[in-house]
């Protein structure tokens, strides 16, 4: 069956240094993968796409990479912030119908 | 633009109710999707409605039902409430069913008791 897996579910790091989060997923072809945040008691917001034929995206302090040998995707947050502190979501999108399935989620606490 | 909205934002029910969720889309968008969002099983899609039309269903058993009217505004129903209903239900639409970004509203908490 298919399933979408993120490493970890918290992630506390400090201030200034570099989180890294892993989504890893199996028995699926995605036509893309993207990733979102989610903040207590709000909807997920859209950071960041990638598709099957690119190795890596980067908006801002923000870096992601698809290995579709692995079947891993890397979400990095640069010079993090305690602003960044939320729960970070991949999300695959379906090659056949572009349903969207998310994974459990990683929270990140960024420590000042 | 305005974004996403959902109608109401808290809901309490009891058990063997029946609830129904509204959602507005983002002007011009004419996909509407629904999860729902529990602690125990993340974010699990319900379905998704393109033109008044459903194109795509999640593993939901036949309670959990929607429909998409003329002005993309969309609604769900959940009839013989659950315990297990509880959960937050979010809506997300894009302009349409195959367009890279959905836009997520803030959601409905619903509470069976």
């Known amino acids: 069956s298919q399933k979408i897996e993120q490493n970890s579910e918290a992630l506390n790091i400090q201030e200034g240094k570099t989180a890294t989060l892993t989504c890893n997923y199996t028995?699926?072809?995605?036509?893309?993968l993207q990733w979102y945040r989610q903040d207590p008691g709000r909807g997920p917001v859209f950071l960041l796409l990638?598709?099957?034929?690119?190795k890596e995206k980067r908006k801002e302090r923000l870096k992601v990479t698809f290995d579709t040998t692995l079947k891993q995707s890397l979400f990095h947050i640069t010079a993090s912030q305690p602003a960044d502190s939320a729960t970070y979501l991949c999300?695959?999108?379906?090659?056949?119908?572009?349903?969207?399935?998310f994974g459990a989620g990683t929270t990140v606490t960024v420590r000042a | 633009k305005a974004g996403v909205t959902q109608t109401p934002r808290y809901l309490i029910k009891t058990r063997g109710q029946q609830v129904t969720l509204s959602c507005s889309p983002i002007?011009?968008?004419?996909?509407v999707s629904w999860y729902q969002q529990t602690p125990g099983q993340g974010l699990q899609f319900l379905f998704e409605?393109?033109?008044?039309?459903?194109?795509n269903k999640g593993n939901f058993p036949g309670r959990f039902s929607g429909r998409q009217f003329s002005n993309s505004r969309s609604e769900m129903n959940v009839s013989t409430l659950e315990l297990g209903d509880s959960a937050l239900y979010l809506c997300?639409?894009?302009?349409?069913?195959?367009?890279?970004?959905?836009?997520f509203g803030p959601g409905t908490r619903l509470l069976v008791l």
């Open positions: 002007s011009g968008h004419r996909s």
């Open positions: 990638i598709r099957e034929n690119e």
């Open positions: 409605y393109f033109s008044e039309t459903q194109r």
């Open positions: 028995n699926y072809s995605p036509a893309y």
């Open positions: 997300a639409s894009r302009t349409l069913a195959r367009s890279e970004t959905q836009y």
């Open positions: 999300a695959l999108v379906g090659i056949n119908d572009y349903k969207l399935s």
